[in-house]
């Protein structure tokens, strides 16, 4: 499927937390839209993906010279109060266009010029690997959250094929231990996974974040509930994991390897 790319000229970067995300100051989209295309994705059911009249995952608006009107924002924000910041919420910063347009690291150049009090930059790329030269310029005020919904890569494929392999985002975790950057996994939304999944995540991570669709969608289920995402289950068999209840087959066994003070539930796993 072609992708259509835009560049468009942004008059702002930073958007007040809401919602979900009351626990930051701002939000920070380098793009709009995402290759991704997940099947569940909530935005998917938000004004940006509806308004636009595109299936999503067909469409990028790459936002033009970005870091000249962030970091301008940025200065004024800092003046105000502290500034936390969650990077991305209704896009990937690392999707694929990213390799050339290198957007989400002209921010991270500013940010590192002039830090935030707190970023998480959630992804489920392994790009975010470029940026670990940035990344450890911020310290302890940075945390990488890598969405890893499964450990099983057919079931990956089944729900997001366009989405990166789930061994290369393992390897990205490890990577980004070694070198010293402060990263938790994402198990965000629940899906179907083996019973050795925490084994995988315990070399590579001291915090694990669990979320569901029912918890993390912005609705309490509603968005989710519209976008019919329980037929993805049906041709697997696995219709038992798109129950409410389903996130706890995954916190029980997380709890085999994880302390329960590892293991974060939903909003409080993103929060600063």
């Known amino acids: 499927m072609k992708t259509e790319y835009l560049y468009k000229q942004p008059k702002t970067l930073l958007n007040k937390g809401t919602g979900f995300l009351t626990g930051y100051s701002h939000s920070l989209n380098p793009y709009t839209g995402c290759v991704f295309g997940c099947s569940y994705c909530y935005v998917r059911k ?16 790459i936002k033009k ?27 990937d910063p690392y999707q694929p266009i990213e390799h050339k347009e290198r957007i989400t690291r002209s921010l991270l150049e500013v940010m590192a010029e002039n830090p935030p009090d707190f970023l998480l930059v959630q992804t489920r790329s392994p790009l975010v690997r470029r940026d670990i030269d940035l990344l450890l310029r911020l310290g302890g005020k940075v945390r990488v959250s890598m969405t890893v919904e499964t450990d099983l890569d057919e079931i990956r494929k089944h729900f997001s094929p366009q989405a990166p392999p789930i061994q290369a985002r393992l390897k990205t975790l490890q990577l980004l231990k070694e070198a010293g950057v402060q990263a938790q996994a994402a198990i965000a939304p629940v899906l179907p996974s083996s019973e050795a999944f925490p084994d995988k995540l315990r070399p590579l991570v001291d915090r694990i974040c669990i979320d569901d669709y029912f918890m993390g969608d912005g609705s309490s289920g509603k968005r989710t509930r519209q976008m019919g995402i329980h037929k993805w289950y049906e041709p697997l068999g696995l219709e038992e994991w798109h129950e409410p209840s389903a996130y706890q087959i995954v916190y029980e066994r997380m709890k085999r390897v994880f302390s329960e003070e590892q293991i974060y539930i939903s909003q409080q796993g993103f929060e600063p």
Not at 46 to 61: A, I, Q
Not at 65 to 91: Q, W, Y
């Open 46 to 61: 938000m004004p940006v993906s509806l308004f636009r009249n595109k299936e999503w995952g067909t469409w990028v608006d």
């Open 65 to 91: 010279d970005a870091a000249e009107v962030f970091r301008k924002e940025l200065l004024r924000a800092r003046n105000k109060g502290p500034v936390t910041i969650f990077m991305s919420s209704s896009t």
